[in-house]
């Protein structure tokens, strides 16, 4: 080890023998003498510590007499597997730690450690950053930051094998993973991922609400065809998950949550995202009810009648495009092609003039139509009066100024 505490303060070796402006060999025996009269003491079992050097190890603080420290151990292997990890790591941790402590104090079911301090006497083999302990159930807090595609790889069986082994022993797990690595595009409702993030996705309460919904929308159409979203996999099963990057600056931790169904699981990996996700505070995010709180279960319904809402629109616009497909092309006109017959399209006059998207884009240039806006044109005047005759409306909208004045004539004439 490395760290010690020395006249009250916290001390390290390899810091302080960087630092200094003597011989190294001199200094080192300078700090030897004072180990050996119980300078240095750990800093987890305040017992004293002698300072070794040799060929085999570099210069180092050692328990005397062949004393064994289970937390020196433990924070011995939890600081090789964090070893990888950005400055940023250490930082967050620290500040999530700080706030669920804050809530250990008036939630005494709640026991709050650093996961080698809370499991040295057990010496695992993996660490989580943190562990929470709510009555007879524990969670195992991580943070992953550093990720880029040369790692990945390497990284997904490291985490694969710490997951395992944390549940082997119990444990829920729960990871926090650096903004840097988040790439979304909802354009093409597309979130783009590690594989280490799709491994790392959790399944939760508010995903299983999400499943539900989108099962019953999938009675109706076909989600993804509805939304546009390019299919890497043939069939992709309905079964979201969530994903929780996390963001730092010097005032303040915020996390932000993303649901997604997972569809390419090999290189590039990809998913569809149900929406483009949000910014959830700390002491929010780690609230504690019978677990960890995660998200924001006004903002989660909100979130589900808004996508349904969205999900009505695009089927609709869906639907009269295929439709309009098909007034555009007649197949009956058939022709021999090397003594087979077949089915040719034949061009023709479309009955429809005026596309619903188009009248969309129309009204917001012309009146500047919101979505609430939109979404009232859809249901009362589209959907149930069954009006499909697009040019008909814009046509009593040309001479308006507000929508409210296009309503009222929409009130008036259908």
Known sequence: MNIAIYEGKSFNLDQHLRNSDRNRE???????????????????CN?????????????????????????????ETYTKQTKRESKKHSVIRQ???????????????????YGYIAKADEKWTHFPDIIVKHDDKELAISVLTNVDRSKDTKLVKQFQKRNQYFQSKGLQTVWFVEEQQMSIDMEHHVIHLWESEID?????????????????????GNLFEVFGYWKRSDSIKIDVKSIYYVYSTEEQIEFSVHR???????????????????????????????????????V??????AFKEQFFIKLEEYRMKKQEEQDVFDYDTEVEVLGESIKLPQFRETTTK????????????????????????WHNYVLKKGNRNFERIWQLAEDVQTFKELEMRLQRDY
Not at 26 to 44: D, H, S, Y
């Open 26 to 44: 001199i200094e080192v025996e300078k700090l030897k003498k004072r180990a050996e009269k119980g300078a240095f003491t750990c800093p987890f």
């Open 47 to 75: 017992a004293a510590l002698i300072i070794k050097s040799g060929n085999q190890r570099d210069t180092h603080l050692s328990h005397s007499f062949r004393q064994s420290c289970e937390l020196v151990e433990a924070n």
């Open 95 to 113: 500040i999530i730690f700080d706030e669920l402590k804050v809530q250990e104090k008036i939630r005494p079911e709640l026991k709050v450690e």
């Open 200 to 220: 790392l996705a959790m399944k939760t309460e508010e995903d299983e609400k999400w499943d539900k919904l989108l099962q019953e929308l999938a009675t109706q």
């Open 260 to 298: 997604f169904i997972i569809d390419e699981k090999k290189f590039p990996f990809r998913a569809f995202a149900i929406n483009s996700g949000y910014r959830i505070s700390m002491p929010k995010a780690l609230s504690f009810k019978r677990s960890l709180s995660l998200s924001d279960s006004s």
């Open 300 to 305: 989660e319904d909100a979130g589900r009648e």
């Open 354 to 377: 005026m596309t619903y998207q188009l009248l969309v884009k129309k009204l917001k240039e012309k009146v500047g139509m919101t979505q609430q806006q939109q979404l009232c044109l």
